[in-house]
C-alpha cells in the first residue's frame, strides 16, 4: 500500500477524490514543498493546516494545475492536473488566497461571466442569495467590504456545481464574528455534496470545520489524522478541576480506576485520568453528596499538539507564504 492510501481515512468503498504522494516543488533552491502525501475522501472537509511559510498554498495550486510540480502524483478525480488542467477545472472550483477583479465590475456581472465558462453552471442568481449577496448584485467590487468579497469568492468557486471547493485562507483578515459566519458558509458548502479542501493557519477554524487534516510544517507532513486523533497522538490525558462543597477525602477519587492523579493547590481539585473521567468522578462525588463547584474540563488542544509534533509554536500573524510564490505569480496563472 502506498503511504497516501496508507493515510487516507476510508468512507466506504470510494476512492479517494485527491490523492497526493510525494509531492515536491522548489523554487530554486528553496525547497518549498518535500515529499508531501494524503489523500482527500469524497464528502468531508480535508485541512491543510500549518503556519505562514509552510508551504500549504504551494500544494494546493499543484493540485489545481496551477503550479508544475518537480516530482511525485497527483491525481484529482481520477485526472493529472498537469496534464488534463480542463478536465480538473470543470469539477474544482477555487476560492484563491487573493481574489482580484476590475473594480468596475459588478457582482453579476463577474457571476454571469464565470458562469459562461462552464457546460452545466449553477443558477448565480440562487448562488447569490444563498451567500447572503442578493442585494449586491449591482455593487461594484471595489465597494464590497472584505467579508463581501470573500463570499463573492466563494461564489466564483461554487458557481461551476463542482465536485471539489478549493478554499485557501478564506477567513484571513475577518473579524471573528465574520469568521464564524464563513465557518458556517463553509459546512453549508459540504451540505451541498461539495468536498472542501481547507487551507488554514487557524488552530481554531481546523479544529472547528475539518474531519481530517495533514498538519504541514516547513514543506512536510508531519501528521495526518483527525483533529481528536492528532491530540491524543501527543495528549490522551484528561484534567477536571473544580471545588468540592463539602469535605473531600483523595481516596475516594484516587481509588477511580479512571484516575491517574489527584492534587490540590488551596481548595480546588485537580483530577488527571483517562476513558470516562468525567462521569466517573461526578458519579463518585454524587454518592457521597458533593458537588463540584466551578467544574472544568481541561484537555489538549490542536495548538497543542502542533508545538508537541513540531516543536514550535505557530505563527500567529499573517504574512505572505514565503514557501509559495507571489500573488502575482497565482494571479497570471489564473489567467
Not at 83 to 101: I, P, W, Y
Not at 319 to 335: E, F, G, K, L, V
Amino acid at each position: 500500500m502506498s503511504t497516501a492510501a496508507a493515510q487516507a481515512g476510508g468512507k466506504g468503498g470510494d476512492m479517494p477524490v485527491i490523492e497526493i504522494e510525494n509531492l515536491h516543488k522548489r523554487y530554486g533552491r528553496h525547497v518549498a514543498v518535500h515529499d508531501v502525501s494524503f489523500t482527500v475522501e469524497r464528502g468531508e472537509i480535508f485541512g491543510i493546516l500549518g503556519p505562514n511559510g509552510a508551504g500549504k498554498t504551494t500544494t494546493v495550486e499543484c493540485a489545481q494545475g496551477l503550479r508544475t510540480r518537480d516530482g511525485g502524483t497527483v491525481r484529482v478525480l481520477g485526472s493529472d492536473p498537469a496534464t488534463d488542467r480542463l478536465a480538473v477545472r470543470r469539477k474544482v472550483g477555487v476560492q484563491l488566497q487573493e481574489t482580484q477583479l476590475p473594480d468596475r465590475m459588478r457582482v453579476a456581472e463577474a457571476l454571469d461571466l464565470y458562469s459562461s465558462f462552464y457546460p452545466d453552471p449553477a443558477d448565480w442568481r440562487t448562488l447569490l442569495a444563498e451567500l447572503g449577496l442578493a442585494d449586491k448584485a449591482d455593487t461594484p467590487f471595489k465597494k464590497l467590504s472584505g467579508g463581501q468579497k470573500q463570499r463573492l469568492s466563494v461564489a466564483l468557486a461554487l458557481v461551476g456545481n463542482p465536485e471539489i471547493a478549493i478554499l485557501d485562507e478564506l477567513t484571513t483578515g475577518m473579524d471573528p464574528q465574520a469568521r464564524r459566519d464563513t465557518w458556517q458558509l463553509v459546512e453549508d458548502i459540504r451540505a451541498r455534496g461539495v468536498t472542501v479542501l481547507l487551507v488554514t493557519h487557524f488552530m481554531e477554524e481546523a479544529e472547528r470545520l475539518c474531519d481530517r487534516l495533514a498538519l504541514i510544517d516547513a514543506g512536510r507532513v508531519v501528521a495526518v489524522g483527525t483533529p481528536a486523533g492528532l491530540v491524543a497522538e501527543v495528549d490522551a490525558e484528561q484534567r477536571v478541576r473544580f471545588r468540592p462543597s463539602a469535605p473531600l477525602d483523595d481516596r475516594l477519587l484516587t481509588g477511580l480506576p479512571e484516575v491517574t492523579g489527584v492534587t490540590r493547590t488551596g481548595n480546588q481539585v485537580l483530577v488527571t485520568g483517562t476513558g470516562n473521567l468525567l462521569h466517573a468522578l461526578t458519579s463518585a462525588l454524587a454518592a457521597q453528596r458533593i458537588t463540584a463547584v466551578d467544574l472544568r474540563v481541561e484537555q489538549a488542544s490542536l495548538e497543542d499538539a502542533f508545538v508537541a509534533l513540531t516543536g514550535r509554536h505557530p505563527d500567529r500573524s499573517h504574512r505572505p507564504d514565503r514557501a509559495d510564490p507571489t500573488s502575482a505569480a497565482a494571479q497570471r496563472a489564473r489567467q
